[in-house]
């Protein structure tokens, strides 16, 4: 398996681009389903997790083909409603938005249960529940989940946990129910917002995305588009950590300012400078990092997917810093990892108490899931000595390029295989 090594101290300086959201793409992608044309998307990220999407399409016979490297165009014009349950499927958990596209399309759909990062038990109740309330009826036999419906009606869906994933599946599933359905405790995140806009532009009716009620007005026919994804909240938020992290000073572009708000104003509560432009932020860092408390919670809250990033950081701020989990039960397994790298957190339920250390200091560490390995890239590239990371395949999920984009800020970090031997960067890309 190949390994990251990275040699820690150097300032983190220039320039980097933002790609697409991954939590949007995926959404998008399985979105397309619905569609009675051809979509195009553009701004998709190159990350593995939309290989692999659309890999899972293509067993249902979706076509998918990239139009150059941010371009996929997907064609759902001969879609088959059959199970869905290759191995991939259980490798990328937003697979579970076919569920709700299938269903929403089809009135029935057949999925393998769902898979991804594992931080905790990660139950789909909201999901099953929001189809009941359309008028489906579910089951869960031999690892597959079995949805279907004589009819898709509109209802009033309450989410007694704001869910991502389950409001996604749900405007999914009633965007062409008969009549209206209201979801309430509807989670905010601006991937919910690209996703409706992206089933609006196809002639969906939905409105208030990005409020907690979200209704949608099912329609009888979507058809083709041509749509943008907006840039990743957290790849900018990483590298906006990165930056900090090693006293550099780094322009993050191809970002919308909006979603980055909570994580700018926690940088700026550390003594991060933060510069604001219309598509990027500018972050420099000089001088000690000062200590704060974080709860993460879903947006507008500081995100779930940036607490590894900025607990990383908080181990090098002066003083002892409390970072409350908000969002899942057990988000902090990559903390015995910084341990060996020498910070010092104790982690008790969903809160970790951070006493921060001068200096972090290389060694052998594993990425346990997608935002701890960027958290262990960020504590690399700030430690003194050598950081191999193993499983960057999990970091490759989500971060396009990353190897190369640190290495154009000035990071000393490699690819290097079992036998730590380089890999020729060039291969790679
Ligand atoms: C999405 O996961 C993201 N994944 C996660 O990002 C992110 O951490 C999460 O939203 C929260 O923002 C994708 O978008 C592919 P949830 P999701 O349903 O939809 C509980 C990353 O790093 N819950 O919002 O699975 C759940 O246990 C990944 O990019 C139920 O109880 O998350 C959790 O405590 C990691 N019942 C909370 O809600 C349900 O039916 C939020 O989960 C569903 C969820």
Same mark, same amino acid.
């Given at each position: 398996?190949?390994?990251?090594?990275? *040699?820690?101290?150097?300032?983190?300086?220039?320039?980097?681009?933002?790609?697409?959201?991954?939590?949007?793409?995926?959404?998008?992608?399985?979105?397309?389903?619905?569609?009675?044309?051809?979509?195009?998307?553009?701004?998709?990220?190159?990350?593995?997790?939309?290989?692999?999407?659309?890999?899972?399409?293509?067993?249902?016979?979706?076509?998918?083909?990239?139009?150059?490297?941010?371009?996929?165009?997907?064609?759902?014009?001969?879609?088959?409603?059959?199970?869905?349950?290759?191995?991939?499927?259980?490798?990328?958990?937003?697979?579970?938005?076919?569920?709700?596209?299938?269903?929403?399309?089809?009135?029935?759909?057949?999925?393998?249960?769902?898979?991804?990062?594992?931080?905790?038990?990660?139950?789909?109740?909201?999901?099953?529940?929001?189809?009941?309330?359309?008028?489906?009826?579910?089951?869960?036999?031999?690892?597959?989940?079995?949805?279907?419906?004589?009819?898709?009606?509109?209802?009033?869906?309450?989410?007694?946990?704001?869910?991502?994933?389950?409001?996604?599946?749900?405007?999914?599933?009633?965007?062409?129910?008969?009549?209206?359905?209201?979801?309430?405790?509807?989670?905010?995140?601006?991937?919910?917002?690209?996703?409706?806009?992206?089933?609006?532009?196809?002639?969906?009716?939905?409105?208030?995305?990005?409020?907690?009620?979200?209704?949608?007005?099912?329609?009888?026919?979507?058809?083709?588009?041509?749509?943008?994804?907006?840039?990743?909240?957290?790849?900018?938020?990483?590298?906006?950590?990165?930056?900090?992290?090693?006293?550099?000073?780094?322009?993050?572009?191809?970002?919308?300012?909006?979603?980055?708000?909570?994580?700018?104003?926690?940088?700026?509560?550390?003594?991060?400078?933060?510069?604001?432009?219309?598509?990027?932020?500018?972050?420099?860092?000089?001088?000690?990092?000062?200590?704060?408390?974080?709860?993460?919670?879903?947006?507008?809250?500081?995100?779930?997917?940036?607490?590894?990033?900025?607990?990383?950081?908080?181990?090098?701020?002066?003083?002892?810093?409390?970072?409350?989990?908000?969002?899942?039960?057990?988000?902090?397994?990559?903390?015995?990892?910084?341990?060996?790298?020498?910070?010092?957190?104790?982690?008790?339920?969903?809160?970790?108490?951070?006493?921060?250390?001068?200096?972090?200091?290389?060694?052998?560490?594993?990425? *346990?899931?997608?935002?701890?390995?960027?958290?262990?890239?960020?504590?690399?590239?700030?430690?003194?000595?050598?950081?191999?990371?193993?499983?960057?395949?999990?970091?490759?999920?989500?971060?396009?390029?990353?190897?190369?984009?640190?290495?154009?800020?000035?990071?000393?970090?490699?690819?290097?295989?079992?036998?730590?031997?380089?890999?020729?960067?060039?291969?790679?890309?």
């Amino acid at each position: 398996m190949e390994k990251f090594l990275i *040699t820690g101290g150097n300032k983190l300086k220039g320039t980097v681009k933002v790609g697409g959201a991954k939590n949007a793409a995926l959404a998008v992608m399985s979105a397309s389903v619905l569609s009675n044309e051809v979509c195009r998307i553009k701004n998709i990220p190159g990350i593995s997790d939309v290989s692999l999407v659309a890999k899972i399409l293509a067993e249902i016979n979706v076509k998918v083909k990239m139009l150059n490297k941010t371009t996929i165009e997907i064609d759902p014009t001969r879609v088959v409603q059959r199970p869905v349950s290759c191995d991939i499927v259980r490798r990328v958990r937003a697979s579970y938005y076919l569920l709700g596209a299938l269903l929403g399309r089809f009135s029935k759909a057949s999925v393998s249960l769902p898979g991804g990062c594992n931080f905790g038990v990660r139950p789909i109740d909201q999901h099953l529940k929001g189809f009941a309330r359309l008028g489906a009826n579910y089951e869960i036999d031999a690892g597959m989940i079995n949805v279907e419906s004589e009819k898709l009606s509109g209802n009033n869906v309450y989410f007694d946990v704001v869910s991502v994933g389950a409001t996604i599946n749900i405007i999914l599933a009633s965007v062409k129910a008969e009549g209206l359905t209201v979801l309430e405790n509807a989670a905010k995140e601006p991937h919910v917002v690209d996703l409706a806009n992206f089933l609006n532009s196809m002639g969906a009716d939905i409105r208030g995305a990005g409020t907690d009620v979200i209704k949608i007005r099912g329609v009888e026919y979507l058809s083709g588009t041509s749509y943008s994804i907006i840039p990743d909240q957290i790849e900018a938020g990483t590298y906006m950590v990165a930056a900090a992290a090693t006293g550099g000073d780094v322009m993050v572009q191809n970002v919308t300012p909006k979603h980055l708000e909570a994580i700018k104003s926690k940088l700026e509560e550390m003594g991060v400078t933060i510069e604001e432009h219309e598509e990027s932020v500018r972050v420099t860092q000089d001088g000690p990092l000062e200590k704060c408390n974080v709860k993460t919670m879903p947006h507008p809250g500081f995100p779930t997917d940036m607490q590894p990033q900025i607990s990383a950081l908080l181990s090098l701020a002066q003083g002892t810093s409390i970072v409350n989990e908000g969002v899942w039960d057990n988000r902090f397994r990559y903390i015995e990892e910084l341990k060996r790298m020498g910070a010092n957190i104790s982690v008790d339920g969903k809160i970790a108490v951070i006493e921060g250390v001068k200096r972090l200091t290389g060694t052998y560490t594993k990425a *346990t899931d997608l935002r701890a390995g960027a958290a262990l890239v960020i504590a690399g590239l700030a430690a003194s000595g050598e950081t191999t990371i193993e499983n960057i395949d999990h970091i490759e999920r989500g971060y396009e390029n990353i190897c190369q984009k640190l290495l154009n800020l000035g990071a000393n970090i490699k690819r290097i295989n079992e036998e730590n031997e380089p890999i020729n960067m060039a291969k790679v890309l």
